[in-house]
């Protein structure tokens, strides 16, 4: 193979990074945006976003999980690692134009769409450009280097573009271009580095028919998923004014960030653990799930309870008075994070790498169909806060799921799990943050740092006297290596 693979901690430090300007941007855009598109604006443009995404879902099918799979297992071998990455390259291919075709049949016959052609097209190229991505492949070989410098140039760029052009709320269609240039404007990159990776020239006879069983199941994993990730706010767009998808998506934004911090060491260890799997690695599998679900819930606990009890501070920082009204929705979807987290560990990270994606499929399809029966009845009473209520209790239910059909693999994980130790931190820092929050403190951005300072503080000085493992490595300059190592 022609690449280097870099270690964890490299890897870690680099999707951490990555993370880090996922959280950062949306800070740097969201407060602007939200104030000149305001909330019928920022509604619409995210209805078709989530009208996008579940047609780039459909042509994705379940490639990106499986191509990191199949990839990672045959990456120390060139010939084979290009005759995988040819055979699911060309799969992607006829599922994006087979979809894009019936994305523009429905702009022009779907009423709701063709009231809005242009903004339903700019949201469509998240579709076309799908097909030259192949962020699994760069994943798979552990590229992270090179996927958080490419992803933070296209943000900045996307930033400055917003800044130059995006000035009132008819302007909701070039900040729709920009997010669109953000999220897949390396594509296309993408696509004329993969010769470092792999050779185009034809390999033997192409073997499809190996990859369509997992594709498939991966597909309609993603696709379950996807409905009651996407459902709300497309129920919402049709049950309710665009007001109120506005409302919903400060919150989903809030939680989607919160999500990604917690996320950041266990999104890179699906090719890691792919890898531990194809070489029979048990002892280094168990491990590495152990050290991923306790750093997810170290992070999880607390920005959990925090973000909860300064809701309210939080969206008029964010988005100003306007979105007050989604602080309810964003403590009730706040509560979905530690599910998120989890389950993120173990369906896509652990029972995927073991080939059990079937399971992880029967999970999901209990969590969308809880959260089409929740929608129907909660959105039309309590619109935002019922579609995140419904969300909410969706996610706690794939994870019982995933915990009962996965027990064999993560029960005994789960025994050296310091949940105890994290909640009752927690609670601990909670208790004083909240008497400090009666200070008559006038400005939200001031409240948010001396509330932030107590809470974090008091949460690491507990465990820092309790010993905690995570802790001290993260205190320690060499931490993600001995992290990994220990």
């Keep these: 193979m022609n690449s280097k693979i870099h270690s964890v901690k490299y890897n870690f430090v680099m999707n951490f990074i990555l993370t880090a300007s996922s ?7 969201f407060p602007y945006v939200s104030r000149i598109l305001r909330s019928t604006g920022n509604g619409q443009v995210n209805f078709a976003g989530s009208v996008a995404n579940y047609f780039l879902m459909v042509a994705s099918l379940g490639i990106p999980t499986y191509g990191i799979r199949a990839c990672a297992k045959v990456r120390d071998d060139r010939e084979k690692l290009s005759k995988t990455a040819q055979e699911i390259l060309i799969i ?15 702009i022009f016959t779907v009423t709701r769409f063709s009231n809005d052609k242009t903004l339903f097209f700019i949201e469509g190229l998240n579709i076309v450009l799908n097909m030259f991505g192949a962020n699994w492949l760069y994943q798979a070989l552990e590229q992270y280097d090179y996927i958080t410098v490419r992803s933070i140039f296209f943000k900045i760029v996307s930033i400055i573009l917003m800044f130059l ?26 696509f004329a580095r993969l010769h470092k990776y792999i050779s185009f020239r034809k390999i033997g006879n192409y073997n499809f028919k190996q990859h369509m069983k997992p594709i498939f199941i991966l597909f309609a ?51 890691r653990m792919s890898y531990v799997v194809s070489q029979h690695n048990k002892n280094e599998f168990r491990r590495l799930l152990v050290l991923t679900l306790n750093a997810e819930l170290f992070m999880a606990f607390p920005l959990v309870a925090y973000f909860i009890i300064e809701a309210k501070d939080c969206i008029l920082l964010l988005a100003g008075n306007e979105y007050v009204d989604a602080t309810l929705a964003m403590q009730i979807i706040n509560l979905a994070i530690i599910p998120n987290a989890l389950t993120g560990v173990i369906g896509t990270q652990t029972l995927t790498s073991l080939n059990r994606e079937n399971q992880v499929l029967y999970s999901v ?11 129907c009845f909660m959105i039309p009473k309590w619109g935002a806060a019922g579609a995140a209520f419904a969300t909410m209790i969706a996610e706690y239910l794939v994870l019982i799921s995933q915990l009962i059909l996965g027990h064999d693999v993560v029960g005994e ?6 949940y105890v130790r994290y909640g009752i931190s927690t609670v601990i820092a909670l208790v ?16 948010l740092v001396i509330t932030a300072m107590v809470f974090f503080g008091i949460y690491a000085i507990i465990l820092y006297i309790k010993k905690d493992k995570i802790l001290y490595k993260l205190l320690d300059n060499r931490f993600t290596g001995r992290l990994i190592k220990k």
Aim: aromatic share 12%; with cysteine; proline share 4%.
């Design 23 to 29: 959280f950062i941007f949306p800070l740097i855009t």
């Design 92 to 106: 992607n291919f006829i599922a994006t134009a087979l979809v894009t075709i019936t994305y523009v049949i429905c």
């Design 165 to 190: 052009l995006v000035h009132q709320q008819s302007d909701y269609r070039i900040y729709a271009a920009t997010t669109v240039l953000a999220s897949v404007g390396s594509n296309v990159m993408n």
């Design 221 to 271: 994993q993603s696709a379950t998923v996807s409905i009651y990730t996407n459902l709300d706010t497309v129920m919402l767009g049709f049950m309710k004014p665009y007001k109120d998808v506005g409302l919903y998506t400060a919150a989903v934004k809030v939680k989607g960030m919160l999500l990604s911090v917690v996320s950041s060491l266990g999104s890179v260890m699906l090719p």
């Design 365 to 375: 399809i209990v969590g969308a169909i809880s959260d089409f029966v929740l929608n």
């Design 413 to 418: 994980a789960f025994k050296h799990i310091k």
């Design 432 to 447: 004083a943050t909240v008497a400090v929050s009666y200070l008559p403190i006038r400005y939200p951005f001031l409240r």
